[in-house]
């Protein structure tokens, strides 16, 4: 634990800090989320609390460009905040893993092809049987069409 007052390190469970003294009636922790946006275009540089503030023109692109590969988050934490922030990204790490160990257990399988695509995908001359059935239609059309217009 860190002693407000003289900044001391020591025991979590101790009442008071054994360098200055002072007594501590809880053990406060706890995270304080602020924000800061500095946007600079060209010469001029603006800072904003948050990105609500920023004027909308500016805020699309802001939203915009901190969805690209040259975004980051930076993060300002004290010790306890460091520890707290471990805790959490391990935390989503061992789901990430548990997750991923469970789609290695059961992968996905994909069902067999009907047996009439097997049948279908034959080729014939390099024709599949599709084309093979639209000639054999079309000479088909054919023929009755000149018997029809030139039977004697």
């Known amino acids: 634990m ?3 007052k003289c ?8 009442r008071s800090c054994p360098e200055c003294g002072v007594q501590l009636f809880r053990n406060v ?3 304080m989320k602020t924000s800061s946006v500095m946007i600079a275009e060209g010469e001029e540089q603006t800072f904003y609390r948050s990105v609500r503030d920023v004027p909308e023109p500016l805020r699309s692109r802001l939203i915009e460009s901190t969805h690209g590969a040259n975004s980051g988050t930076i993060v300002i934490a004290d010790r306890a905040g460091k520890d707290q922030i471990t805790q959490v990204i391990a935390r989503r790490e061992n789901a990430k893993e548990r997750a991923a160990a469970r789609e290695i257990e ?12 097997a049948f279908m995908d034959r080729s ?10 639209g000639i054999f239609l079309f000479l088909c059309a054919l023929s009755l069409i000149i018997s029809v217009f030139f039977w004697k």
């Open 2 to 4: 860190l002693c407000p």
């Open 7 to 14: 900044f001391a390190e020591f025991e979590s469970g101790a």
């Open 29 to 31: 922790s706890g995270i």
């Open 106 to 117: 059961a992968p996905v399988v994909e069902p067999p092809a009907p047996a009439w695509h």
């Open 124 to 133: 014939f001359l390099g024709l599949g049987l599709t084309v093979w059935a």
